[in-house]
């Protein structure tokens, strides 16, 4: 068994709290690990599977809100559901909701049906996204997550919070998984009806903003969730996890007091810019202090990009913007500032004009 801990002093009694089988907590925007445990090694993941459902469906490109009847053959499955019924009449948007919240495995294979016209070409989908994503180690069988005869459904710790990344993303996908119930009409004839998410984290640890629950036989408790604390979102995986809900909150309180704001590493030299119709030909510039939160000393690996126009037109007072200068980590934008003149550059009085000059031209143009 591997524990890998980056920037964190945790003692052997904590370690041996973490109940999960595979683990991983990541920075949700540049994918630093602050904490892995077995995170590469492959296992099924139950209903977590859902979080590359939902997100298919939400960047299908249909309508989210239009209404349509179920797939009788679809709905016919397994373990945790919305409720579905044979001529229920839901939205997409319904559908997300119910795989998000009650975990229903009878919406994951309704949006399969309804966007990829099958479950098997929605799996397809699946996978193509995990490939493009990245997800070398992910591979689905089913929308839902249930267990299957092949054991070739199966995903890593680490993937899971790559994927998690990417779907908090989705503002439509973010808002559903941070909901602690929602109101829906859908049935046949619709009647309103509550659905209830299975994510306790939403109420009792500090910052938990999603995503998403999971159990089966074979692969026990998963969980997938996403913290916000000091203005940054860390994401955290556990599979097979008997004490998931302890080891997230655990989890979190490590790797939180090892992010803090930080100043980022300016160019201290200053630009000069070209001026145009200026008493100077240039003006002398400046890239202003941005902060980032990062890991604890982690900012030296930060680099800038600087925007410069190649002219600009007097006057110019000092404290004008003049540029932009942007800060990345990991190739993931963290930051960006302005870039300000730190002079004045006056406009150039308008030369007299020469009497002698003036008239002789008047002359040619009279004799012309």
């Not at 993941?45 to 209404?67: F, H, N, P, R, Y």
């Not at 349509?68 to 839901?90: C, H, P, R, T, Y």
């Amino acid at each position: 068994m591997m524990m890998c801990f980056c920037c964190m002093n945790v003692s052997a009694d904590d370690l041996s709290e973490i109940s999960a089988k595979s683990a991983i907590v990541i920075d949700g925007e540049t994918g630093d690990v602050l904490f892995e445990k077995n995170a590469y090694e492959r296992r099924p993941m139950a209903s977590t599977t859902k979080i590359m459902s939902v997100l298919l469906v939400l960047e299908s490109g249909e309508d989210l809100d239009k209404q349509f009847v179920v797939d009788s053959e679809a709905i016919k499955v397994e373990g945790s559901s919305m409720g579905l019924q044979d001529g229920d009449k839901v939205t997409l948007r319904d559908l997300c909701c119910g795989m998000l919240l009650p975990s229903g495995n009878d919406a994951a294979n309704a949006a399969a049906v309804r966007v990829a016209g099958s479950i098997g070409k929605f799996v397809q989908l699946m996978n193509k996204k995990a490939e493009q994503l990245g997800l070398n180690d992910t591979h689905f069988v089913t929308p839902s997550g249930l267990d299957d005869d092949t054991d070739e459904h199966y995903s890593t710790a680490a993937d899971m919070a790559k994927l998690a990344a990417e779907a908090m993303k989705n503002e439509d996908f973010r808002a559903i998984c941070h909901l602690e119930k929602v109101e829906l009409c859908y049935g046949n004839p619709p009647y309103d009806r509550w659905l209830i998410n299975s994510n306790k984290l939403l109420k009792s640890c500090e910052g938990i903003v999603g995503v998403k629950t999971g159990f089966t036989d074979k692969a026990r408790r998963c969980l997938v969730s996403a913290c916000d604390r000091k203005n940054k979102e860390l994401i955290c995986v556990t599979l097979n996890a008997p004490d998931d809900w302890n080891d997230h909150s655990k989890l979190y309180d490590y790797c939180f007091d090892f992010v803090s704001k930080q100043k980022l590493p300016l160019d201290k030299s200053s630009f000069g810019v070209a001026v145009v119709g200026g008493v100077s030909d240039s003006v002398k510039c400046k890239v202003g202090q941005a902060s980032a939160v990062l890991l604890n000393g982690r900012a030296y690996k930060v680099k800038t990009k600087i925007y410069l126009p190649r002219f600009v037109y007097a006057p110019v007072k000092s404290g004008d913007k003049i540029g932009l200068a942007l800060f990345y980590y990991n190739d993931v934008e963290i930051a960006r500032t302005d870039i300000t003149a730190v002079e004045d550059a006056m406009l150039a009085e308008p030369e007299k004009p020469d009497i002698f000059h003036y008239y002789l031209d008047k002359l040619k143009k009279l004799f012309a």
